[in-house]
Each structure stands twice: as structure tokens, then as C-alpha cells.
């Protein structure tokens, strides 16, 4: 709710201004700075499209945690692939299905803002009546061994790292299995949920 209040909140400021950038544009224009007009342009859509919901699954509460998570990793400089088609309904409950992709997409992007190169990969789809997903993320060498135990890095160790023990119940309330590997720079979690 926080990641959605702050790209609302984003969305709302540029719009707000929006008629002085428009007043801008139109000096520039006038005044023929094309160059300086195109840079200003430039800014300002790269701004707008980070906001905008860019990824279609096929799935609508897929599509909402996606892209917000999507904003969030643009924002921080992540690169971020997606590789996802789903039917319109899942017989998973929203909340559940949020709440498994917000914390295996929160725990790859957690990661990378640690490290020089990142990059998250994110394959979701179903297959013999099961909701394959599949995180990846860019790790360093000094990542491996908490990833593996799963343990978090963060300070107060007692208040986090809850997201994967609500992964897993997800995953034993739907008859799935799930694998949690960190090897060859990367970290991979992978899920499988009975959907039928």
C-alpha cells in the first residue's frame, strides 16, 4: 500500500504541474531551443511512462502487483524482465496471490539495491493445472550463504523475514513445492501452485 500511495502521489504532482510544463515547452518552443525542448520532453515521458501500468499478464490483481513492483525497481534503477501470461481467473484468492508475488518480488529487489549490477527476471505462467512462478535476481558472492539459509541481513532479524514462511504456507495450502537456490551469481525462487 505504500509503494501504490507513493507512485498515486507521483502520478498526482506531475499531473498537477503538468500545465507549467506545458507553459515550458512552448517557450522553448517558441524560442526554437529544439534541443533543450527535446531533453525536457524526454525527461518529463520517461517520468509519466514509469507510472503507467506497462504489464499485461492477462490477470488483473497479477497486473497490479506486477506493475507496482515494476515502478518500484524502475525507480531504484533496476532492471526488471518479465516473461507472463495467465488466464483472466486463478482459483487462488487475490490476497493470497498478492501476497506471494509482493514478497518474492520484495525479497529480489531487496537484494539487488545491495549490489553494483542488478537484475530481476520474473516468469510466470500455468502448466498442468499448476501457476508456475519464477523470481531471479543478480547476486554477490557474499549473498549466497544468507540466501541459502534464508536468513535477512536486516537489523531486528525477529521482524523480517516473514515473507517466504507465507510463501511456503501458500505453497502447502495448494499442494505446490517451492525451491529456494542461490548459485552461479544468481538467486532463483521458484513455486509451483495447484490452480485446478
Request: contains cysteine; aromatic residues 8%; charged residues 25%.
Amino acid at each position: 500500500m505504500e509503494e501504490l500511495r507513493d507512485i498515486v502521489t507521483d502520478y498526482h504532482q506531475i499531473r498537477h504541474d503538468m500545465k507549467n510544463h506545458v507553459v515550458c515547452m512552448d517557450r522553448l518552443l517558441s524560442q526554437e531551443k529544439y534541443g533543450k525542448l527535446k531533453e525536457y520532453f524526454y525527461s518529463l515521458s520517461k517520468e509519466l511512462y514509469a507510472l503507467d501500468n506497462q504489464i499485461e499478464t492477462g490477470n488483473e490483481i497479477v497486473n497490479q502487483v506486477i506493475n507496482i513492483k515494476y515502478a518500484t525497481a524502475r525507480r531504484l534503477g533496476i532492471p526488471f524482465e518479465i516473461e507472463a501470461v495467465l488466464p483472466p481467473q486463478l482459483a487462488i484468492p487475490d490476497h493470497l496471490l498478492c501476497s506471494v508475488l509482493s514478497n518474492l518480488l520484495d525479497n529480489a529487489i531487496e537484494a539487488s539495491e545491495q549490489i553494483a549490477d542488478p537484475a530481476v527476471f520474473m516468469k510466470i505462467h500455468t502448466v498442468k493445472g499448476y501457476l508456475s512462478v519464477t523470481v531471479k535476481n543478480r547476486i554477490e558472492p557474499w549473498q549466497a550463504e544468507p540466501a541459502k539459509s534464508r536468513r535477512t541481513t536486516k537489523e531486528q532479524p525477529h521482524l523480517h523475514g516473514l515473507g517466504l514462511s507465507i510463501v511456503e504456507d501458500t505453497v502447502k495450502k495448494y499442494n505446490g513445492i517451492s525451491s529456494f537456490e542461490a548459485e552461479d551469481g544468481e538467486y532463483v525462487a521458484s513455486i509451483m501452485l495447484e490452480i485446478i
